[in-house]
């Protein structure tokens, strides 16, 4: 049984002698963020042709790394992992080219569509909204006052505020989540992708991360409460919270 697994990352506009080695690393390490498991992926050469990169997969992770790469495209596809296919494909649009993904002298993985994909005009929206997440930064001394949000995956939201509410939520700093409410410039780039671009905080609130079993514990201890009386209450409760 081989103990890794090859893929290759063929770019057909690129050949070994004219990649440069800087744009080499630039794919490498999107594709890296793409695999995941970066103990146990390796790069090995660039092959003849057009340019191909070779990736090999550690066999005890091969399988995640192929399920992962699946996922691309899908709802179940973590921020990360299409941030990263978006960045390989703006890259490929820049260079003229276009790029397929699949295990050596077997199947296709992905196709990157690069310079094919089809564009669309840039679109702006404003309009209110919320973002939910932990703050990790506040700073600078202006009167509008930078405030970044970390959200789900780790994706990070560049928010600005007043003085008074940075100092406020700077006291949350890597604390509990909060939600933040205002305005946001939202674009639509080329590629149909929807960034955030601005977006200024009016207000917040601390949310409770307790964890869904605590609370509804502490429910169940009220008098005259219907939790008890409900099939699944700890559905009801996450409806509740999201909403």
């Not at 490929?92 to 310079?115: H, Q, W, Y």
């Not at 205002?182 to 609130?205: A, H, M, V």
């Amino acid at each position: 049984m081989s103990e890794q697994i090859h893929y290759d990352f063929r770019i057909d506009s690129w050949k070994p002698e004219t990649l440069p080695m800087m744009r080499l690393a630039e794919y490498l390490s999107k594709l890296s963020a793409m695999f995941g498991y970066k103990e146990h992926v390796h790069f090995l050469k660039v092959r003849k042709g057009s340019a191909i990169p070779e990736i090999i997969v550690d066999y005890e992770v091969a399988p995640k790394v192929e399920a992962r790469l699946r996922l691309v495209g899908t709802p179940e596809a973590p921020q990360e992992l299409e941030r990263a296919n978006y960045e390989v494909n703006r890259m490929l649009r820049v260079d003229n080219a276009s790029a397929t993904l699949r295990i050596k002298r077997g199947a296709s993985v992905l196709i990157f569509p690069g310079k094919k994909t089809p564009l669309v005009d840039e679109v702006i929206v404003h309009e209110r909204g919320d973002l939910d997440g932990i703050v990790i930064r506040v700073g600078g001394k202006d009167d509008s006052v930078p405030v970044w949000i970390e959200g789900e995956s780790k994706a990070v939201y560049k928010c600005q505020t007043n003085r008074e509410l940075a100092r406020q939520l700077a006291t949350h700093l890597f604390d509990r989540p909060v939600r933040v409410s205002g305005n946001g410039q939202w674009c639509r780039t080329p590629e149909r992708k929807w960034e955030l671009e601005d977006f200024k905080i009016n207000s917040f609130e601390v949310l409770d991360d307790s964890p869904l079993a605590e609370i509804l514990n502490e429910l169940r201890q009220l008098e005259g409460n219907l939790w008890n009386e409900m099939d699944d209450p700890q559905a009801e409760l996450r409806k509740l919270r999201s909403e």
